[in-house]
Structure formats: C-alpha cells, structure tokens
C-alpha cells in the first residue's frame, strides 16, 4: 500500500484496501480539488505542484 500510494497508484491501493468499494466511492465523489494522495491532499508537496 505505501509504495500504491507513493505512486499515486489508485486502481492498486484500491486492490490493497479491505473494502475496495467504499474508497473508489470517496474518490469518485470527492472535487476535483482534492483528488490527490487521499490523506495529504493539497498540502503535499508532491501533489500540489
């Protein structure tokens, strides 16, 4: 999952996680402002530039 997540790789941690629906859920209905690395969101360095 940390490497998935380094990754930004969502269909992996989406494989990984213990309920693969309710994660593809969030997303999908999160805006487009955050759809980032899910717990860092827009204050990651990585994701913000």
Known sequence: MNQARQ???W???FGLALDR???ERYRKE???SIRT???CA???VRCAS
């Open 7 to 9: 990754d930004l790789d």
């Open 21 to 23: 629906e309710k994660p």
């Open 30 to 32: 999160s805006p487009l």
């Open 42 to 44: 827009e204050k990651c």
């Open 11 to 13: 269909e992996k941690m």
């Open 37 to 39: 690395a899910a717990p």
